[in-house]
Structure formats: C-alpha cells, structure tokens
Nanobody, 127 residues
Framework: QVQLVESGGGLVQPGGSLRLSCAAS????????MGWFRQAPGKEREFVAA????????AYADSVKGRFTVSRDNANNTVYLQIDSLKPEDTGAYYC????????????????????WGQGTQVTVSS
C-alpha cells in the first residue's frame, strides 16, 4: 500500500521559509512523478509544483515561481518543497501527491494525474 507522509509545516512570519518533506513508501518511488498541492480554507485544492520521476524537470504555479523549489531524493524516497519569501496568501494545507503513471513523459500538473495523496501539513503565514 502506497503511503505519503508530509512533514515540516508550521507557523512562520511573512518573508520566512519552510522546508516541507514527503516520505513515500509502498511502490518504486523513482519511477513516478510527484506533486505538491495546497488548499486554503474555503478554497479548492490548487497545484503548486511538480517534479518528474528523475528529478530533471520541474513545474510551478505562477503564484510561487521564484519562491518555491521542488526537489527529490530517490535514494531516500523523499520529495521536498522549499518555500521561501512566504506570504500570508501561502497559508493552507500542503499535500504531496504521487502520479499514477510511471515514467510519464510530460510533467503532471493536473489534479487528475495523481492517485496517491498524503494527509497534508499545515502552513500558516502570519505576523
């Protein structure tokens, strides 16, 4: 059974940084792309970042480009999201997700591409 477990969220002041981690188990991690999504209260879950199976390609939502960095460590079955220059509008629950297709040629940026989800980690940006 595939499990994704996020960690690293917390309360941070505007302009601060956090590093989110997502530990994966239950399948061959290095064969699948991974994504990060977030959901603010009262809003739909939205795409944040994606990384392909090898780590060689990444994609970001326009709202986070230049501030967020997604990376992965295939040897340790972990994907990361480094979030810098945090803004209050970045507040929300952050979820990592696992692509349903192995060795996907294109980056998976759509919600429908992902079939495995973590439980989420809360990020709150407030002074």
């Amino acid at each position: 059974q595939v499990q994704l477990v996020e960690s690293g969220g917390g309360l941070v002041q505007p302009g601060g940084s956090l590093r989110l981690s997502c530990a994966a188990s239950g399948r061959s991690f290095s064969k699948y792309g991974m994504g990060w999504f977030r959901q603010a209260p009262g809003k739909e879950r939205e795409f944040v970042a994606a990384i392909n199976w090898s780590g060689g390609r990444t994609a970001y939502a326009d709202s986070v480009k230049g501030r967020f960095t997604v990376s992965r460590d295939n040897a340790n079955n972990t994907v990361y999201l480094q979030i810098d220059s945090l803004k209050p509008e970045d507040t929300g629950a952050y979820y990592c997700a696992g692509d349903g297709v192995s060795f996907r040629a294109a980056l998976a940026v759509d919600f429908e591409n992902y079939i495995f989800w973590g439980q989420g980690t809360q990020v709150t940006v407030s002074s």
